[in-house]
């Protein structure tokens, strides 16, 4: 991460001292979009703390009324040919099942507190403390092509954009997301060879005694029977639901949040939790992360918008555009692609401009295709920052790369099912 934060730095003050020979006011410009950046960070960071206390009391309630380790469970079969380094029953299991589910039904503000919670409980498993193990890889690489089942966020601004049918959007998503899942997947594995773990140094006695550990319940030799039919029909209850979704996905999205978080509640009731003391230990947490996390969103953030404002992000999207037109691509998508894996707020703003441009609207093809890129691919360089950053991680491996590549997939499988369907 420090090579990748210095190079963006170097690279946009250099493309402004350049610009600013022929036009100036460049680094001026420049200047500005760096202070304002630092400031829009901290305001993120800032909004993060009610999403972040709330799901985070939410999930503590969840891991008391025994679910997360439920969902472990049925999903071991699965997730444990991803995760093989991970303890059956560890509390990583858990938070990482969540952390998706929330993705797939597109709760992205809901997904975040999960995954920071995964990421801090698979560093408490991590050997060599500030290093990615290639079980946080892998899960920051899912996390940046999750299958999406519910782009909500794309289907509210479509329906104001004025769509004819903004739930049109849900299958080339999720066709998207299919085949960048996958790449993750194998991005991830490949690179663990390439970039391999160095051994971990010996640490003093007691130092991994501050490392924050929730006992988890002892499995037993037969927790195991019957895993198999169980996991096969949560994968049968799952198919289901891609379909409902196909049919009734604009009908159903509005429910998702408020049904998880009464059903969270009444279960921690059932299971006689004291929900609200549990709920709001699990909020004093959720403050003290989203503040760890904002140190590492300036950084990112001001990186970012130096490399947007200094022009140096024209000077990569501008010939991409041209050179895969051809294809199929035009430069608006090239640019939300880009846009979408440096920032949310400047993607979603651009999406936000094609949908409610009379000359694009959201049901042509260009409309189709940007409201695909936008669902189907995550902020890589904002997840690298709130999920590292929360676990303390500085040594970033490939997870970067295995991100953007896993990025690049989901643009040419939005590019061929858009083209298939709309062109």
């Given at each position: ?129 500030g ?10 690489a ?32 999720l066709f ?49 029977e ?39 509640l ?33 950084a ?31 430069a ?31 049901d042509?093809y ?47 499988a ?5 083209g298939?369907?709309?062109?």
């Open positions: 991460m420090n090579i990748v934060f210095l190079a963006i730095v170097l690279v946009s003050v250099a493309v402004a001292g350049v610009h600013e020979f022929t036009a100036p006011g460049g680094m001026e410009a420049l200047g500005t979009q760096l202070a304002q950046s630092a400031q829009d960070a901290v305001t993120l960071g800032i909004g993060l703390i009610g999403a972040m206390a709330l799901f985070q009391g939410l999930l503590r309630v969840a891991e008391a009324s025994g679910l997360l380790d439920g969902l472990a469970r049925l999903l071991r079969p699965i997730l444990h040919r991803l995760f093989p380094q991970i303890p059956p029953g560890d509390p990583a299991m858990g938070a990482m099942v969540m952390n998706v589910a929330a993705n797939m039904l597109g709760l992205s503000n809901a997904a975040t507190p999960f995954g920071v919670r995964a990421m801090r409980e698979l560093d408490r498993l991590n050997p060599v403390k290093t990615a193990t290639n079980a946080m890889v892998l899960f920051l899912i996390n940046t092509a999750n299958v999406t089942l519910l782009p909500t966020h794309v289907m509210a601004l479509r329906a104001a954009a004025g769509s004819h049918d903004p739930a049109a959007v849900i299958p080339t998503t998207a997301t299919v085949f960048a899942t996958g790449a993750a997947i194998l991005f991830a594995r490949l690179g663990a060879r390439w970039w391999p773990t160095p051994h971990p140094n010996p640490l003093p006695q007691g130092e991994r005694e501050l490392d924050v550990h929730v006992p988890s319940p002892p499995v037993g030799e037969g927790q195991g019957g895993a198999g039919w169980k996991s096969a029909l949560a994968l049968l209850v799952f198919a289901a639901f891609i379909a409902a979704t196909l049919l009734w996905g604009r009908a159903i999205s509005p429910w998702i949040l408020p049904v998880m978080v009464a059903g969270l009444a279960l921690g009731a059932i299971r006689r939790v004291p929900v609200y003391e549990v709920f709001v230990k699990g909020a004093k947490d959720g403050l003290w992360i989203s503040l760890r996390i904002i140190p590492y969103l300036i990112v953030l001001v990186a970012v918008g130096m490399f947007r404002a200094s022009g140096a992000m024209d000077l990569i999207v501008a010939p991409l555009g041209r050179a895969l037109a051809p294809v199929g691509l035009p608006e998508a090239v640019t939300m692609a880009v846009l979408r894996s440096l920032s949310g707020s400047a993607s979603f703003g651009y999406l936000a401009a094609l949908l409610k441009d009379p000359a694009i609207g959201p042509s260009l409309g189709m295709l940007v409201s695909t890129l936008y669902g189907s691919s995550e902020t890589t360089f904002y997840v690298l920052a709130v999920y590292f950053g929360a676990a303390g991680v500085r040594r970033i491996r490939h997870a970067l790369i295995a991100g953007l590549l896993a990025d690049a997939v989901a643009l040419i939005a590019t061929a099912i858009c298939w369907l709309y062109r």
